[in-house]
């Protein structure tokens, strides 16, 4: 089982831009983690989707990280600092969004966007919330102006 410090370790490197090195941390974080990890499976596979190069391979992950999602519980997400799990949602969908934009999918990419912008009561009143909210109205502009 991989442990949460690993996780944070890798979740770090993907933040700090080293796409490579992040993607092979957070591989091998998968790799060792159990299909019933779902906390850890979500945030792997919702920071694996961002060091992804191809686009596919960057949608499957945040399908991969909403699905963990559905199976998890208050308290699953704290060793990341999400006490409440309905509070990473708006992320997650604002991801697919954007992924299914780029793509080319609109209906889709509103689908996602709406979600998120359901969701996004969930977000605290700071900094992550203001910026999520932010990319949910921005995601919705760019489906607006792809004629969607």
């Not at 991969?64 to 992320?91: C, N, Q, R, W, Y």
Request: proline letters at 4%; a negative charge; aromatic letters at 6%.
């Amino acid at each position: 089982m991989a442990e949460w410090d690993d996780v944070l370790a890798a979740v770090a490197a993907a933040l700090g831009g080293d796409k490579p090195g992040a993607r092979r941390l957070l591989t091998e974080c998968w790799d060792s983690t159990a299909p019933e990890d779902h906390g850890q499976r979500c945030v792997l596979a919702h920071y694996l989707a961002d060091v992804q190069d191809d686009p596919d391979a960057e949608i499957g992950w945040d399908e991969t990280a909403l699905l963990e999602h559905g199976f998890l519980s208050d308290g699953d997400l704290a060793p990341v600092g999400i006490p409440a799990v309905k509070g990473m949602l708006p992320s997650l969908h604002l991801n697919l969004g954007d992924g299914y934009l780029r793509r080319g999918q609109f209906d889709l990419a509103r689908e996602h966007q709406q979600a998120g912008q359901m969701r996004s009561k969930h977000l605290s009143n700071d900094g992550y919330g203001a910026m999520i909210r932010s990319g949910l109205d921005n995601l919705g502009l760019r489906i607006s102006d792809a004629g969607a």
